[in-house]
Structures are given as structure tokens and as C-alpha cells.
């Protein structure tokens, strides 16, 4: 008796909740199909550039450079080139790969070539302005 009073309840309670339920959404089919094929992509030429190069040198004489090279897609029309990054990457010197101290040593000499040009052309461009200190609320502070 108890067996069947519980699949009356199941019954009542399933039939119950079938009706309570919504409806699926009506869908129509319209038509088929077919996607639009991806354009084919246009010719270029891969090229590697360095687009950002930092040093930080102090007094001391630590050096920190850091530089960023990226590939990029060179499209040319008739009108115009246009560019498209393809890959970027960040790199620093002040990693001791062993495989890479060659390269690392002719970067920083190179480098050192660089600064001593760019020091001759900022003696011919004129030596940098002194700093002004000026005094206020008890800290220092400097002004061009």
C-alpha cells in the first residue's frame, strides 16, 4: 500500500510539473546558408625591427638595457605601404644566458660607440641647463 501511495505522489506531483513547464521558443528555418569565404590574405613582407630601446646608466657605471623587437607585415599598393604588427617581444641584457654573452658584449660596445656620438651631439647642441634649487617647506626641489 505504501508503495503505491508514493508512485500516486510521483505521478501527481511529475504530471504536475510537466505542466508548469514553458514551452521551447518557436523557431522557424528560413533558409540555408553558405558563410562568406575569408578574404585571401594579401602578400607581404615579414621584416624585423627594434622598436623601443631603453638605457638607464648610473654614475656608478651599472648599465640596464631593455628593448623591444617586433615583426611586422609590410603591405605595399600603389597609394600607399601600410604595417602590421605580426610578433612582439621585450629582451634585457641584464640576463646571463651563456649562450648569448658574444652578442651581449658587441651590443654593449656598440652601445658605447652610440653614447659617445650622442654626448658629441649634445656638446654641439649645447650642454644641459643647470638645475635651480629652490627651497620650500623644507625639501629640496629643483626647477629648469
Known amino acids: 500500500m505504501r508503495k503505491l501511495a508514493t508512485i500516486a505522489v510521483a ?26 569565404p575569408e578574404p585571401t590574405p594579401k602578400p607581404y613582407w615579414r621584416k624585423r625591427l627594434i622598436t623601443t630601446l631603453t638605457v ?10 631593455m628593448f623591444e623587437a617586433a615583426d611586422v607585415a609590410q603591405y605595399e599598393s600603389a597609394e600607399k605601404k601600410s604595417f602590421k604588427t605580426l610578433a612582439a617581444e621585450r629582451y634585457t641584457l641584464s640576463t646571463e644566458d ?17 653614447e659617445e ?26 626647477e629648469d
Do not use: C, F, H, W
Open 98 to 114: 651563456p649562450k648569448l654573452r658574444a652578442a651581449r658584449k658587441q651590443v654593449l660596445g656598440k652601445l658605447r660607440e652610440l
Open 56 to 65: 638607464q646608466n648610473t654614475p656608478e657605471g651599472d648599465t640596464v638595457v
Open 117 to 142: 656620438a650622442i654626448l658629441d651631439y649634445v656638446e654641439a647642441a649645447g650642454p644641459p641647463s643647470e638645475l635651480k634649487v629652490l627651497k620650500q617647506s623644507g625639501q629640496r626641489r629643483y
Open 11 to 36: 505521478l501527481v506531483l511529475g504530471g504536475a510539473a510537466g505542466a508548469a513547464t514553458v514551452p521551447p521558443p518557436v523557431m522557424n528555418d528560413l533558409e540555408y546558408v553558405e558563410p562568406t
